[in-house]
């Protein structure tokens, strides 16, 4: 019933994660109120998802829910809400990420300290089979030459996509549980107001 007459393409859908046709801050007060209807505090559902997000930027693929829910878990955030954060990290953005936090590593270690290797999109993939089939010995220049710059460089970004996440949406969330609680209360106040005036008109009637 609610679903839209013409299905968006698949462009249009790739497009609007990057660059949302409703507007950033129209998606980020949709995806509050989504997450507002999930048991918790304001604060625990969206510094769960917070973290969710903000552990997809580091290299650690195949392990973002179990750091993410340990995160959550140790600040008493909703462990559920970080589960749907690390949907931030995904083959679109992944790209985007591992070249930003790989680069922004390197910088930050500095040229004379570290070889910079070659780095692409076969990169990760190459480290994760060799690391699979060899060991830590098969990996180990790898690792010290694109993982390491890009753990380095995921500590700043994993706290400005906390900061991102976390505020607004625990203002959203905040709003929309005051919101209900207002709609509840009301919702009582007119049944105890109707209640008493149907015990009035039955006095009445006798």
Known sequence: MFQRRAKPSYIRRIADFFWPSIGFARSTRYLGYRLARLPGT?????????FGAAVSVTPFVGLHFLIAGLLAWGFRANILASALGTAFGNPWTFPLIWTGTYNLGYWIIGKETMR??????GTMDTFFTTFWHMGWEGVRELFLGVIFPMFVGSIP???????????PLRLLIRNFHKKRADILTNAREVRSQAGAVSQETARGEK
């Open 42 to 50: 304001p604060y625990s559902l969206a510094a769960g998802f917070a």
């Open 116 to 121: 910079k290797l070659a780095f692409d999109a």
């Open 157 to 167: 970004v994993f706290c400005v996509i906390w900061c991102v996440f976390f505020y």
